[in-house]
Structures are given as structure tokens and as C-alpha cells.
Nanobody
């Protein structure tokens, strides 16, 4: 089992950058595929990015491709989401999630979730 805690959210103007972190506690961090999701008010939770166990494979939603980068540091039990060229439509609560071994891009496939961190992008 793994516990997840996000940090790094905040308010930024359009075109700016933020880096989200998600620290994991518990055993076996390197055996979990990790993902970032987001949920805007009145909308369903949506996939943002995912990364494989070693970090060698990554997937991105089309809406963030080329602007966001997911990475992980298994020695620090942490996954990151570097967000550049932010847009107002990126405003949402961002969640990190973990599932055992197999990378996935749908929220129902993930077993463990953090509490979320708010990202607000103003125009």
C-alpha cells in the first residue's frame, strides 16, 4: 500500500510555470506506475500524464503534450509534473495516483490517490 501527498500548486499567470510534486510513503514505490489527473469545477476528473515503473515510458493527454513533463525519482519516492506555458484552461485540482506495475490512463484503474493540490491560471 502507498500513501500519496501532492504539493507545489498555486496561482500563476498564463504562460507561467509550476512544478507539482507527489511524495509517496509506504513500501515498494518503484513497483507502482504513477499518474497525474485533474478535475476542474463541474467537470469530470481527466487524465493528464502517466509514467512507468522505471520512468522509461510516459503518456500525455493531447491537451498538455509538449507543455507538461512527468518524471519520477524512485530514490526519493517522488513523482513530478513540470507544467510550462500554462493556460487558464489548466486551472483545476491536480491529483497524483498510483497503481501496481501496469501504466494506465483512466482514473478507475488507479488504486491510490492523493488529496489534490489546486492550480489556478489567470489570464
Amino acid at each position: 500500500q502507498v500513501q500519496l501527498e501532492e504539493s507545489g500548486g498555486g496561482s500563476v499567470q498564463a504562460g507561467g510555470s509550476l512544478r507539482l510534486s507527489c511524495a509517496a510513503s509506504g513500501r515498494g514505490f518503484s513497483t507502482y506506475a504513477l499518474g497525474w489527473f485533474r478535475q476542474a469545477p463541474g467537470k469530470e476528473r481527466e487524465f493528464v500524464a502517466a509514467i512507468s515503473l522505471s520512468g522509461g515510458m510516459t503518456y500525455y493527454a493531447d491537451s498538455v503534450k509538449g507543455r507538461f513533463t512527468i518524471s519520477r525519482d524512485n530514490a526519493k519516492n517522488t513523482v513530478y509534473l513540470q507544467m510550462n506555458s500554462l493556460k487558464p484552461e489548466d486551472t483545476a485540482v491536480y491529483y497524483c495516483a498510483a497503481r501496481w506495475r501496469i501504466l494506465a490512463t483512466t482514473s478507475y484503474e488507479y488504486d491510490y490517490w492523493g488529496q489534490g493540490t489546486q492550480v489556478t491560471v489567470s489570464s
